[in-house]
């Protein structure tokens, strides 16, 4: 199995910054696309941002300009740099990713973290 294990979210006020992180462990052979999702309250989950195997990067038009993701491959870790955050950024932020865990086989399945708050204050 897989798991997702997020961090850094936190309550931060309008303008300022925070990190994600998110580490993936467990019977991995490959990551295609590792990502963060958001769902505020009442709405639907919504994309952030991803970042796929070879480095291409796609993002919310709302975040474009002010986050930023990366991943490092070696540890199996995808980020979120977070920047002039909005009190409309307010949401749970999920990560998630598509793995691989068989040699054998060459399905790729999406596994979700647990989701972590993040509450910006006007």
């Known amino acids: 199995q897989v798991q997702l294990v997020e961090s850094g979210g936190g309550l931060v006020q309008a303008g300022g910054s925070l990190r994600l992180s998110c580490a993936a462990s467990?019977?991995?052979?490959?990551?295609?696309?590792m990502g963060w999702y958001r769902q505020a309250p009442g709405k639907q989950r919504e994309l952030v941002a991803n970042?796929?195997?070879?480095?291409?990067?796609n993002y919310a038009d709302s975040v474009k300009g002010r986050f930023t993701i990366s991943r490092d491959n070696a540890r199996n870790t995808v980020y979120l740099q977070m920047n002039s955050l909005k009190p409309e950024d307010t949401a749970v932020y999920f990560c998630?990713?598509?793995?691989?865990?068989?040699?054998?086989?060459?399905?790729?399945?999406?596994?979700w973290g647990q989701g972590t708050q993040v509450t910006v204050s006007s």
């Open positions: 970042i796929i195997g070879d480095g291409r990067t």
């Open positions: 998630n990713a598509d793995v691989r865990t068989s040699r054998y086989f060459s399905r790729y399945n999406d596994y």
């Open positions: 467990g019977t991995i052979f490959s990551i295609n696309a």
